[in-house]
């Protein structure tokens, strides 16, 4: 709803070029919408996302969610992974395979949904790398630089 109001209110806000980008809980968010408003996001960044709750530390999820065999309805459709067949944007997924918080194996279900339902993404894995994604020489900018360069491409000014 907000994002309606926005693009009818303000005239300079292009409503067929709005992205979004999240990491962790917010990589999540972003799958989200890109996945359940295709007709409000056109590309949509997810770096180290929770594609299915279930997979995520039981601590957090139990004490918001309660449990999955007490919450079924809540774990699936907080579970971006439920709604990857209507992706209709562009997407981006980045993800450290050795992620010891938002595990790997997230990503992996995610890529496998979207591989089933025959939908296009793109996707980077960092090596060994941990939920920052910040070890080994270099990798903080090349991961800046793919982030900008998957926004340039994708919502680039002065495209129609």
Do not use: C
Request: proline fraction near 4%; charged fraction near 20%; hydrophobic fraction near 35%.
């Amino acid at each position: 709803a907000a994002l309606r109001e926005i693009t009818a209110r303000y005239q300079y806000v292009d409503g067929k070029r709005i992205g979004i980008w999240g990491w962790s809980g917010g990589g999540s968010m972003s799958l989200n919408m890109i996945f359940r408003y295709p007709n409000l996001y056109r590309t949509a960044m997810a770096i180290a996302p929770v594609s299915n709750q279930r997979f995520y530390d039981t601590i957090y999820q139990e004490r918001y969610m309660g449990l999955p065999s007490s919450n079924p309805e809540g774990y699936r459709n907080g579970s971006p992974v439920t709604f990857a067949d209507q992706l209709q944007g562009n997407l981006l997924i980045v993800h450290g395979t050795g992620d010891d918080n938002v595990h790997y194996q997230n990503t992996e279900m995610l890529v496998n949904a979207l591989i089933k339902a025959n939908k296009q993404f793109t996707m980077m894995a960092y090596p060994n790398r941990t939920h920052g994604i910040s070890e080994g020489e270099n990798t903080t900018r090349h991961l800046f630089e793919l982030l900008t360069d998957y926004l340039q491409k994708n919502l680039s000014v002065g495209e129609n």
